[in-house]
C-alpha cells in the first residue's frame, strides 16, 4: 500500500520542474532584457539562475527516484518502468530505463554542467559569463519543452493498478545503471563548448581566450563519451547472447560520430594553443560535435529508428525534436557564417612536414570517418523517406570503408608526436623512424609465418600496433635520457620528473596506448573468432578452436523477478563452469537469453544457449581471441585522460600558492 505522501510527493517534484522550465527561460532571456532595458544588473540574474535550475530539476529527479522505490503506480512512468518484484538498484535505473525518463535525465545532467560552469566561470571569464550561461538556458528551456509538454514522467494514472509492468527485460543488468548515465554525461557535456563558442560569436571574444577552458570540458566530456561506448560495447557483448559488441547499429553510430568529431576538436584544440592557427575551425569543429549529439538524440528518440537502442517515440516528439534541432544548428552555423570570419589565425604553415600539418591530417582522418560513419546511417532512412524502399547498411559497408580509415589514423598517430613543430627535421625524423618500421614490419611478419594465410589487414593493423607503440615508448625513452644527461638524475628519477613535469603530453600518449590494447583486441576477435551452432545432449563433447566444452545437462533456477531454465556446461581444458540461462521475467512473456563467459586474457569461451527439441538444447559456442584487450585498452584510455586532465589541478594549486605568497608578501 503506497503512503499519501508517496502518492502526492510526485506533485512537488512536477511543480519544481515547472519552475525550473521557467527559470531556464529567465536564464536564456536576462542578458538580452539587460541590454534592452540598459540594465546590467539583470545579467546575473542569468548566472544566478542556473545553481537554483539544477536544484529544481534535482527536486523532480529526486521525486521520481522515490516513486519508483515506493512502487507508487499512481505515476504512468512508475507504473510502465517498475514492479514490486523489481530489484532496488533496478528501480532507481528505470529513471533512465524509459524514455520519459531518460530525457529527464538529459535535462538534469545539463542543469548540473550549467551550474559547474557558472560556478567556475565567476573568476575566470565573468564579462562572458552571463552570455554563456544564456545559451544554456535557452537549450536547457528547449529539452524541458519537450520533457513536460510531450514527454512527462510526472503523469499521474488512474485508477491505480495493483502491480507495474516491469522494465524491459534486456535492460535488467547491471550495466543499465552505468551504461546511460555516462553516455549522456557525454553527449551532453558538449553542450557546453558549443555554448562557449556561440556566446563567443555573439560577443566577438577572440578564440585564443577562452579555446583553452572549453579543451577542458570537451575531454570530460569526450572521457564519459567514450567510457560510455566502451561500457556499452561490453555490455552489448555480456547480455545479448551474440558474441559481438559493436554492429554498426544506427544508434551506436549515433554515439560514435559525436566521438569522431570531439576528438577531432581536442587535437585541433592543440594546436590553436601551440601555434595561434585553427580558430575558425574549431569553432566549426565545436558546432558540429554538438549537432552530431543532437542528432544522435534525434535518432534514439524520434521513433525513426527499429532498434534494441532507440525507445518508441509519442506523437508529436519526433517532430518537436527535428524543429528544435533545426533551430539551434540554423541559428549556430548562421552565426557562424556571419561573424566567424573575425576568428582569423594569426600564425600560417610554414612547412607541409611539421607537427600541425600532421594535426591536420588527424582532423581530415576524422572528419571523412565521420562523414563515412554518417552516410551509411542515414541514407537508407533518406531512401526510404524518398521512395518507400527499406535497405540495411550494415558491417560490410562499414567495415570496408572504417577499416583502412583506421590504419591510416594509426600512421599518423605514429608519425605525429615524432615531427618537430614548423618545419620537420628530416634526417632526425628518419633517423626516429627506423626501429618503429622495423618493429612494425617483422611483428607482421611473425602475424603471417604463425596463423598462415590470413586476411592482409591482420598483418598490417599489427604491425602499426607494433610500430607506433614503439614510437611512443622510444620518444618517452629520449625524453628520460636528456633528462638524465642534463640533471645527472637516476632512471627512476628522471622518469617520474619528465612525466609528471609534462602530464598533459604523457597523458595523451597513455590515451594512445590504450587505443593500440583496444586496437590489438579488435583484431583478434574480428579476424581470429571461431563460432559454432549445434544440438546438443547431456554429455556431448563440443571441439572449436582448441577448445572442448562439454554439455552437463540443464536446471531451473529462480531469480528475484524472473525464472530461468539455466545450462550446465564444462571447458575441460581448465574446468571452468559456464551457466548460459534462458530468462523469463514476471509481467512479460519474452524470453531472454543471458550468456555465460570464461574469460582469460588471451581468449574468451562465450556460450549461449536456446531452445530445446527431441532432448537436445540448441547450443552457440564462440572464442574470441583478445577480445578481453577492448576493455583493458578503455581503462588505459581513461587512466591516461585523468592523468592529463591532473594537469590543470596542477596547474591550479600553484598558481594558488602563487596568488597566496605574493599576498602574503604585500
Not at 504512468?76 to 528505470?94: D, E, G, I, M, R
Request: glycine content about 10%; overall charge positive.
Amino acid at each position: 500500500m503506497v503512503s499519501g505522501v508517496s502518492l502526492n510527493l510526485i506533485e512537488l517534484g512536477h511543480f519544481a520542474a515547472y519552475l525550473a522550465f521557467f527559470v531556464a527561460i529567465t536564464q536564456a532571456l536576462a542578458p538580452l532584457a539587460g541590454r534592452v532595458f540598459k540594465a546590467p544588473g539583470l545579467r546575473t540574474l542569468s548566472i544566478n539562475a542556473a545553481p537554483l535550475l539544477f536544484l529544481l530539476t534535482t527536486v523532480g529527479a529526486l521525486t521520481i527516484v522515490y516513486s519508483l522505490l515506493t512502487n507508487n503506480f499512481s505515476v504512468l512512468y512508475v507504473a510502465s518502468n517498475s514492479n514490486t518484484h523489481l530489484p532496488v538498484f533496478y528501480k532507481v535505473a528505470a529513471l533512465w530505463g524509459g524514455h520519459r525518463g531518460s530525457l529527464y535525465l538529459w535535462v538534469w545532467i545539463m542543469t548540473g554542467y550549467s551550474a559547474a560552469v557558472a560556478y567556475h566561470g565567476r573568476s575566470r571569464y565573468p564579462d562572458r559569463l552571463a552570455v554563456i550561461m544564456a545559451v544554456e538556458g535557452a537549450l536547457i528551456a528547449g529539452f524541458y519543452g519537450l520533457v513536460l509538454f510531450l514527454s512527462d514522467p510526472f503523469t499521474r494514472l488512474f485508477p491505480i493498478p495493483p502491480q507495474g509492468q516491469n522494465m524491459n527485460p534486456l535492460l535488467q543488468d547491471p550495466g543499465m545503471v552505468i551504461h546511460p548515465p555516462m553516455l549522456y554525461m557525454g553527449y551532453v557535456g558538449f553542450s557546453i563548448p558549443f555554448s562557449f563558442a556561440v556566446a563567443a560569436l555573439l560577443t566577438n571574444w577572440r578564440s585564443e581566450l577562452w579555446i583553452g577552458h572549453t579543451r577542458r570540458w570537451a575531454l570530460f566530456a569526450w572521457g564519459f563519451l567514450t567510457a560510455g561506448i566502451i561500457f556499452g560495447a561490453w555490455w552489448s557483448y555480456y547480455v545479448l547472447g551474440w558474441g559481438g559488441y559493436w554492429g554498426w547499429d544506427p544508434v551506436e553510430n549515433a554515439s560514435f560520430m559525436p566521438w569522431l568529431m570531439g576528438t577531432a576538436l581536442i587535437h585541433s584544440i592543440s594546436v590553436q594553443e601551440r601555434r595561434r592557427m585553427l580558430h575558425t575551425w574549431n569553432i566549426f569543429l565545436i558546432i558540429t560535435t554538438f549537432a552530431l549529439s543532437l542528432l544522435g538524440t534525434f535518432l534514439v528518440r524520434s521513433g525513426v529508428l527499429a532498434s534494441v537502442h532507440a525507445f518508441s517515440a509519442a506523437p508529436g516528439q519526433g517532430i518537436y525534436l527535428l524543429t528544435f534541432m533545426v533551430v539551434v544548428l540554423t541559428l549556430a552555423f548562421g552565426l557562424f557564417l556571419v561573424k566567424g570570419g573575425y576568428q582569423q589565425a594569426e600564425e600560417s604553415f610554414v612547412s607541409p612536414l611539421s607537427r600541425e600539418s600532421m594535426f591536420i591530417w588527424n582532423n581530415v582522418i576524422f572528419t571523412v570517418a565521420c562523414a563515412s560513419v554518417l552516410l551509411g546511417t542515414l541514407y537508407p532512412l533518406f531512401l526510404q523517406a524518398a521512395t518507400g524502399a527499406r535497405i540495411s547498411v550494415g558491417p560490410p559497408y562499414f567495415d570496408l570503408v572504417m577499416v583502412p580509415i583506421f590504419l591510416i589514423m594509426l600512421v599518423v598517430m605514429a608519425v605525429g608526436p615524432l615531427v618537430s613543430w614548423r618545419k620537420a627535421n628530416l634526417p632526425k625524423l628518419r633517423g626516429r623512424l627506423v626501429v618503429p618500421t622495423i618493429v612494425g614490419v617483422a611483428l607482421a611478419a611473425l602475424v603471417v609465418l604463425v596463423w598462415g594465410p590470413v586476411y592482409w589487414t591482420a598483418p598490417v593493423a599489427v604491425g602499426l600496433v607494433g610500430f607506433v607503440a614503439t614510437s611512443i615508448v622510444a620518444n618517452a625513452g629520449r625524453a628520460v635520457a636528456q633528462r638524465r644527461k642534463q640533471h645527472h638524475e637516476g632512471l627512476w628519477r628522471a622518469f617520474s620528473a619528465t612525466v609528471l613535469g609534462n602530464r598533459r603530453h604523457y597523458g595523451g600518449m597513455v590515451v594512445h596506448m590504450g587505443i593500440l590494447v583496444i586496437a590489438i583486441g579488435l583484431v583478434g576477435s574480428g579476424l581470429f573468432k571461431s563460432s559454432k551452432l549445434v544440438m546438443m545432449a547431456p554429455g556431448d563433447v563440443l571441439h572449436l578452436a582448441h577448445e572442448r566444452v562439454r554439455f552437463d545437462g540443464v536446471r531451473n533456477v529462480r531469480g528475484p523477478d524472473y525464472t530461468a531454465v539455466e545450462g550446465l556446461l564444462t571447458v575441460l581444458n581448465n574446468g571452468a563452469q559456464l551457466r548460459p540461462e534462458q530468462r523469463v521475467f514476471f509481467g512479460s512473456p519474452m524470453k531472454v537469453e543471458r550468456p555465460s563467459v570464461n574469460s582469460t586474457m588471451l581468449r574468451d569461451v562465450y556460450v549461449d544457449i536456446g531452445d530445446h527439441q527431441h532432448g537436445k538444447w540448441e547450443i552457440h559456442l564462440f572464442v574470441n581471441p583478445l577480445v578481453n584487450f577492448i576493455w583493458t585498452g578503455g581503462g588505459v584510455v581513461i587512466a591516461g585522460l585523468a592523468f592529463s586532465l591532473s594537469d590543470y589541478v596542477r596547474r591550479r594549486k600553484r598558481v594558488t600558492v602563487t596568488s597566496g605568497a605574493v599576498a602574503s608578501h604585500s
